[in-house]
C-alpha cells in the first residue's frame, strides 16, 4: 500500500481544544468555589494549560524543507499531555506499543488477562500509586503462579512466565475505571538440558479456572487492605481528600458516572439510546468470571508470529482515554461523545455539560512520573532470563559461556509431591523449536530506543509525513526553533503572528 500524504493537524479548531479553551476558567473557579479557594491541583492545571499550547506556532517549532523545489514546512511542537491531549496520547500509544513488540515481547503466544475491581476500590487506587502496585502485585502473582503449577503438571517443574501490564484508568464513557490489562506469555520457559532457555507452551484455562483465580485474588486482595486498615471505608481516613477535598470530589464522581459541579452535581451523565427497561444481564462471555466486585477476563489470545495484531493489541491497551473522531459539539453547547461500543441498555452515545467533561479529563489525568505500563515475571527488568527471554524467536544468535550460565541458573529445588505425579512424559508440552533466522536480512537489526514522529506515522497510519506535498520529494530537518524572540521574528515575517494553531506550508522562500 501507497503511503499517504500529511496532513498538518490544526488543534485549535478540534471540539475538545474548543471546549477546554472556552470553559477552562469556569471549571478552575467552579472547583476552587467548591473547596473553599483549594482548587484541582497544580499538575492538573497544568496538564490543561499545556494541552492548550500543544501544536501552536509560538511555543516553539522544528522547520523542515525539501531540497528539490524548497518547499518548506513549519511543524510545532507537542504538549506530552498524558491524559487529555488525544494526539499526544495517540503517540506515546504507538510509540510503546510498536518499543513492546519490537523489544519486548518474544516471539511466543500471548494471552490477555484483564481484571476489574470493585467501585470502591477504584476510588482509592487511582491517586495511591502504591495501592494500586500492591493489588497488581496480588493479580500478577496469581497468574504467574497459575502458569507455574500448570508447567510443573505438564512436566515442567521449573518454568516461569512473564506478563506487561497496562493500568488503564477510564471506560468506555470516561468514567474513572482503574482496572488491569496483563499480557502473559502463554505458558512457561524453563532452561533445557544444555541451558538454553526454550519455552514451552500450555493448555490453556478452563473456566473453572478463572472462576478459582478471580477468587483467589478477591481473597488476597480483602487481606491486603485489612493488613492496611482500608477494609472498613467507613472508618478509614481518606488520603485524597487530605491532600486535595476537590480532586477527592472529581474523582467519586467520575467513578460513579455523576457530575460534581455545578446545579446538576449528584446526577448521572445524560444517555442517548438507552432503553430504561432493557434488563441487566451478567456476562456470559467465556473465559470470565466474577466474585465480589472483582471480574477477570482471559479469552484473548494472539499467536506468537502475528505481530501486527500483537500490535493492535497493545495500542488498545495503550490509547489515551479521549479520541478526537468521537466528539461533537452540539448546536446548545454540550459535547457528544460517541461510544465505540454501544452499552447493553442500548446507550450509544454519552452527552455533558462542558464543565463535566473537564470534570471527568481532570479525574483521569495520573499523578506525574508515576509508571502505567508494569513488567513481571521473566519480563521483569532484573530478571534472570528476560534477555534471553525477549529476544526468543527474534534472531539465531549464539550464547557466550556467561550467556549460558545466566540462562542456566542454579538448580531449582525438586518438584514435591502435587497433582503432576500422575502426568505421563508423554503429556509434557513441546518446547517451541529453536529460535529461527529471520528470512529478512534486516529482521535481526536493533530497533531503535525511541521511535521518530515520522517513523511512528509511517508505521501506525501509513503517512509519509516527510514526503513533499510538493513535488513529491524528500523533505529533512532544518532546524528546530525554541527562542521566544527568534519564534515571533520569525512568524511576523511569515504574516502567522496571532495565527499560531494554523498549519504553516510555505512556499519557495
Not at 473547596?35 to 494541552?51: C, K, L, W
Not at 487530605?242 to 448521572?268: D, T
Not at 460517541?338 to 481532570?362: I, M, N, Q, S, Y
Amino acid at each position: 500500500m501507497l503511503p499517504g500524504i500529511y496532513e498538518p493537524r490544526s488543534p485549535a479548531r478540534t471540539v475538545l481544544h474548543q471546549v477546554v479553551r472556552t470553559h477552562l476558567e469556569r471549571f478552575l473557579a467552579e472547583t476552587a468555589a467548591a473547596t473553599e479557594g483549594a482548587g484541582v491541583p497544580r499538575f492538573i492545571e497544568r496538564e490543561f494549560r499545556d494541552f492548550l499550547g500543544c501544536g501552536a506556532l509560538d511555543r516553539g517549532f522544528a522547520r523542515v524543507r525539501c531540497d528539490a523545489c524548497r518547499f518548506e514546512r513549519l511543524v510545532p511542537f507537542s504538549c506530552k499531555a498524558r491524559a487529555v491531549c488525544p494526539s499526544c496520547g495517540g503517540r506515546r500509544m504507538a510509540e510503546q506499543a510498536a518499543h513492546l513488540v519490537e523489544t519486548t515481547l518474544p516471539l511466543v503466544p500471548v494471552r490477555q488477562w484483564v481484571l476489574t475491581v470493585p467501585h470502591r476500590l477504584r476510588y482509592r487506587l487511582a491517586f495511591d500509586h502504591a495501592l494500586c502496585r500492591a493489588v497488581l502485585g496480588v493479580f500478577i502473582r496469581a497468574v504467574l503462579g497459575w502458569y507455574r503449577r500448570r508447567g510443573r503438571r505438564g512436566g515442567v517443574p521449573d518454568g516461569q512466565s512473564g506478563t506487561v501490564t497496562v493500568v488503564q484508568r477510564f471506560g468506555s464513557g470516561l468514567e474513572l475505571n482503574v482496572h488491569f490489562h496483563a499480557l502473559s506469555l502463554d505458558g512457561v520457559f524453563a532452561p533445557g538440558a544444555d541451558g538454553t532457555l526454550r519455552f514451552h507452551r500450555l493448555p490453556p484455562p478452563s473456566e473453572a479456572d478463572v472462576a478459582r483465580l478471580v477468587a483467589t485474588i478477591a481473597r488476597r486482595v480483602e487481606r491486603l487492605l485489612v493488613r492496611r486498615g482500608l477494609a472498613n471505608d467507613a472508618d478509614a481516613i481518606d488520603p485524597l481528600a487530605a491532600e486535595s477535598l476537590a480532586l477527592a470530589g472529581l474523582a467519586s464522581a467520575a467513578v460513579q458516572g455523576r457530575i460534581a459541579l455545578g446545579p446538576r452535581a449528584g446526577a448521572r451523565v445524560e444517555r442517548l439510546g438507552a432503553d430504561p427497561d432493557a434488563p441487566w444481564v451478567e456476562s456470559s462471555q467465556p473465559l470470565q468470571a466474577r466474585c465480589e466486585g472483582f471480574d477477570l477476563h482471559g479469552a484473548v489470545t494472539v499467536a506468537g508470529e502475528d505481530r501486527e495484531r500483537l500490535e493492535q493489541l497493545c495500542r488498545y491497551l495503550l490509547r489515551p482515554p479521549i479520541a478526537q473522531e468521537r466528539l461533537a459539539l452540539r448546536s446548545d453547547g454540550t459535547v457528544l461523545v460517541t461510544l465505540k461500543t454501544p452499552w447493553r441498555d442500548g446507550t450509544t452515545h454519552l452527552c455533558f455539560e462542558p464543565v463535566t467533561l473537564l470534570e471527568r479529563l481532570a479525574a483521569l489525568t495520573p499523578r506525574p512520573r508515576i509508571n502505567v505500563v508494569l513488567y513481571h515475571g521473566v519480563l521483569a527488568p532484573r530478571a534472570r532470563w528476560r534477555a534471553a527471554a525477549v529476544a526468543y524467536g527474534r534472531a539465531e544468535a549464539p550464547a557466550t559461556s556467561n550467556d549460558a550460565a545466566l540462562i542456566a541458573g542454579p538448580a531449582g529445588p525438586a518438584a514435591g509431591p502435587s497433582a503432576a505425579a500422575d502426568v505421563s512424559a508423554a503429556t509434557a508440552p513441546e518446547p517451541e523449536p529453536a529460535s529461527p533466522q529471520p528470512s529478512d536480512p534486516a529482521a535481526g537489526a536493533a530497533p531503535p530506543r525511541r521511535w521518530r514522529w515520522a517513523e511512528l506515522l509511517q508505521r501506525v497510519f501509513a503517512v509519509d509525513v516527510l514526503a513533499c506535498p510538493s513535488c513529491g520529494g524528500r523533505m529533512r530537518l532544518i532546524a528546530t526553533i525554541e527562542d521566544p524572540r527568534v519564534v515571533r521574528r520569525i512568524l511576523t515575517h511569515l504574516g502567522l503572528a496571532g495565527d499560531e494553531h494554523r498549519p504553516a506550508d510555505l512556499a519557495d522562500p
